[in-house]
């Protein structure tokens, strides 16, 4: 109770938070255009765009705001999403699970020359489980299982892929 009160009493420079961090510059109003998808799978760039401006806007270290206010553009590339499946063929299963591997690249410009101000590739994987039936010589029978299953964890990973961006391009400057 006394180590409390001392702690309160002293105004220790502990705080919440990391306030040190800044983006590359110090610039602090940042433009996030929806990122460019090179991908064969439609829609992703939306849930990667989201996740990066979600990160900015949690933790307050820039202001997203449109292309004419902004000092620096956050440009994000899908670069690809690849998918793997395995199973038992030897018991006549054609898969148990599938693994999503997602590679995404983001780069911060200077929006006034367009000069590269920090540039990182990320890249995450997910594994989920394929549908199943009763009847083990037959496997992955629900399409739209797998579908929702597969955007549900490529909706996972963007969140911490952008997690990690924008703590890694907000690190130490």
Same mark, same amino acid.
């Given at each position: 109770m006394m180590v409390c009160a001392f702690l309160a009493a002293s105004g220790c420079a502990y705080r919440l938070g990391s306030p040190d961090?800044?983006?590359?510059?110090g610039y602090r109003q940042?433009?996030? @255009?929806?990122?460019?998808?090179?991908?064969? +799978? @439609? /829609?992703? +760039?939306? $849930?990667?765009?989201?996740?990066?401006?979600q990160e900015f806007e949690r933790a307050k270290i820039a202001r997203v705001t $449109?292309?004419?206010q902004a000092e620096?553009?956050?440009? /994000?590339?899908i670069e690809a999403v690849d998918y793997s499946s395995s199973g038992r063929p030897e018991e006549g299963v054609?898969?148990?699970? %599938? *693994?999503?591997?997602?590679?995404? *690249?983001?780069?911060?410009?200077?929006?006034?020359d367009k000069s590269v101000v920090w540039s990182g590739s990320f890249? /995450? +994987?997910?594994?989920y489980v394929a549908p199943q039936v009763k009847a083990s010589v037959?496997?992955?029978?629900? @399409?739209? %299982?797998?579908?929702?299953?597969r955007r549900q964890n490529i909706g996972v990973a963007a969140a911490k892929m952008m997690a990690e961006a924008h703590d890694r391009m907000t690190e130490n400057f």
């Amino acid at each position: 109770m006394m180590v409390c009160a001392f702690l309160a009493a002293s105004g220790c420079a502990y705080r919440l938070g990391s306030p040190d961090r800044s983006l590359p510059g110090g610039y602090r109003q940042v433009f996030v @255009p929806v990122f460019k998808n090179k991908s064969m +799978e @439609p /829609g992703i +760039e939306v $849930d990667f765009t989201n996740a990066l401006i979600q990160e900015f806007e949690r933790a307050k270290i820039a202001r997203v705001t $449109d292309q004419h206010q902004a000092e620096i553009i956050a440009l /994000g590339v899908i670069e690809a999403v690849d998918y793997s499946s395995s199973g038992r063929p030897e018991e006549g299963v054609l898969a148990t699970q %599938y *693994s999503v591997v997602i590679r995404v *690249s983001v780069t911060l410009v200077r929006n006034t020359d367009k000069s590269v101000v920090w540039s990182g590739s990320f890249s /995450g +994987e997910r594994t989920y489980v394929a549908p199943q039936v009763k009847a083990s010589v037959i496997n992955t029978v629900n @399409p739209l %299982y797998n579908l929702s299953a597969r955007r549900q964890n490529i909706g996972v990973a963007a969140a911490k892929m952008m997690a990690e961006a924008h703590d890694r391009m907000t690190e130490n400057f």
